[in-house]
């Protein structure tokens, strides 16, 4: 008969509430065990409520409660800007509970992606927390999340913030650079063609960073910003920045230095931007004269280069055509 002394557990919208109430407080306060842990308790319930358990599944209506509550408490916001103050599992179910309210649809809409673009300011924070290992990942994770979104990767990309991403990928935690570079890679492959019309308003503050990171000192950073390169310029959406990218000699330089890297791994994402600047049917005068002065150093060192690839068809059908395109160089 013991159960009839059990305590009822709340509804989650009242965790909700719970939430939205203790967590600024407990940021000022030295001494929160007891609260912390309760706040902890009460998003694995809201957690539970909106992903259901290995064996409940989430009940439709209980979720669509909980939803409303929510985004009428403002629990985003304060999850947000107190990431901070709460430990690892909490700060795992705040990702969590974003990336559940993101996924959600109703009808056309995404209430979630409505939510965040009346709130806005979330996503400077967000961008922030790189400066804090603590809270980094969750914030990556969240805002990983909401570069699925178009409307929510405009608003990202626009922000002064989002240029931190450049010194982020370089930092010297390799852990923190990777999590900024599937942030930084996510907001700019998700939508094409919007991310194709902010290069083309950017163009020169984008690349003045970006060459930066072709250059780091830091061998993932290079490599990695340099298969991304390729990736994009190669992306139809982006025809108009990868022929204003070839068209510089100062480019092609650094394409020929990251040839012949130290690194057969650089080596091999550089020549699939360089040779963009050899199959370009219209060179710039400036890139064609290069390329006529380098044309003797170019065949020697492209033929024998990477010839352990014997088995990669692609890669020697290619490595083939920038030689025979080299060679008509007159």
Known sequence: M?????????????????????LPRLSASSEHKKPFDEVCRALQSIKSTLCGTTDVPPRPDQV??????????NLLNVLVRYLPVLGFEARKDTAVIFSALLHNQISSRYPSVD?????????????????SPDVAFTAGNILRECAFHKALCSVILELPEFWLLFKFVKSPSFDLASDAFSTFKALLIQHKPLVAGFIVQHYNDFFIQYTLLLTS????????????????????????????YIASAE???????????????????????FKLFVANPEKSVEVLDILRKNKSKLLTYLSSFHLDRKNDEQFNDERAFVIKQVEKLH
Request: aromatic share 14%.
């Open 2 to 22: 013991s159960f009839f002394f059990k305590q009822k557990s709340k509804p989650s919208h009242d965790h909700v509430r719970f939430v939205c109430e203790q």
């Open 64 to 73: 669509s409660n909980l939803r409303l509550e929510i985004y009428q408490s």
């Open 115 to 131: 939510y965040l673009l009346a709130n806005q300011d979330i996503f400077p924070i967000l961008l922030r927390y790189y400066n």
């Open 217 to 244: 000192d830091n061998y993932v950073t290079k490599r990695q910003s340099l298969k991304l390169l390729g990736e994009l310029l190669l992306n139809r959406t982006n025809y108009p920045v990868m022929t204003r």
């Open 251 to 273: 480019n092609l330089k650094l394409m020929m230095i990251l040839l012949r890297d130290k690194s057969k791994n650089i080596q091999f994402e550089a020549f699939h931007v």
